[in-house]
């Protein structure tokens, strides 16, 4: 098996080492919780240096779960990944949220980590399926915001405009990605592009009758309008591929709950051969 990647390595995605309360019903990453719900927080900052070692260039991405459930775990997250960067790394830092702020105190807390984080991905959906925070938080922040919202059924879709207002209450937004329902992507059916029915009532919605697009073998995006910045993502629930001479290609390394270092999601993955991956840097050195 050989591993192939990209330059600065695959984007390392942390799972937080605890469950959420919420139940969204496109959710694919509750399924890591329900299999074993066992956390380790130790073993996942292991982890995180494990793979700093390898790729001291590659991007972080905290997901869940609910990262900002339990500021005493993530505190430790941050400062792993300040410790990294003071010694030499550069990675970005991007954190999935929910945004479920309690107080200014907890936006304090944030702001106060706005050196290692590089933004916030916030879902807010057309159906509010987790408790909001309050619209008045997003005036405090000082880390850009992108607003990530799964679209379920065209008609969604052609809610466009009316969502881009609903989410000017928010400030900080440095752009809007509306999110195809993932659960249903194969790689059979990924590249639908032309007959994309949520992706036609957008582009029908917001007037756009050209669109750039840009692809990789796991997603693909469309950008509807450059200021602020609003795309249409459509990507599997998988981020590995093999091709013809069994190369193994990865879009994500997962380091699921329990501090184990995966190549792929949920059930998609298996335990990454990381010596194997490992050699394709020591080349490059």
């Not at 880390?143 to 919202?149: E, K």
């Not at 032309?194 to 919605?205: I, P, S």
Request: with cysteine.
């Amino acid at each position: 098996m050989k591993y192939t990647t990209v330059k600065n390595g695959a984007t390392v995605t942390v799972f937080a080492p605890y469950d959420c309360n919420n139940h969204c019903p496109f959710c694919v990453n509750k399924m890591d919780y329900q299999i074993n719900p066992v956390f380790d927080l130790e073993n996942v900052l292991r982890s995180m240096w494990r793979m700093d070692g390898i790729t001291p260039l590659c991007d972080f991405v905290f997901t869940g779960g609910e990262p900002l459930a339990d500021l005493a775990m993530l505190d430790r997250m941050f400062k792993a990944v300040r410790e990294m960067n003071a010694k030499g790394s550069h990675h970005r830092l991007f954190v999935n949220t929910t945004f479920p702020v309690k107080s200014h105190d907890d936006v304090i807390y944030l702001n106060g980590n706005r050196d290692i984080i590089t933004g916030f991905n916030v879902s807010r959906h057309i159906y509010p399926f987790v408790e909001e925070c309050w619209d008045n938080y997003f005036s405090y922040v000082q880390i850009p915001i992108r607003i990530n919202c799964v679209l379920t059924t065209a008609k969604e879709a052609e809610k466009g405009p009316d969502l881009i207002e609903r989410f000017k209450r928010f400030r900080s937004i440095y752009g809007f990605q509306f999110r195809d329902n993932y659960t249903g992507v194969n790689e059979t059916n990924l590249f639908d592009q032309d007959t994309n029915e949520r992706l036609k009532a957008l582009l029908k919605a917001f007037g756009v009758k050209e669109y750039g697009f840009t692809s990789d073998r796991f997603r693909w995006s469309a950008i509807l309008q450059e200021t602020p910045l609003i795309s249409f993502h459509r990507t599997q629930c998988m981020s590995k591929g093999v091709d013809a001479k069994g190369n193994v290609f990865i879009g994500d390394i997962i380091v699921d709950p329990r501090g184990n270092i995966m190549d792929d999601w949920n059930e998609y993955g298996s335990p990454l051969d990381v010596e194997k991956y490992a050699e394709i840097f020591k080349k490059k050195k």
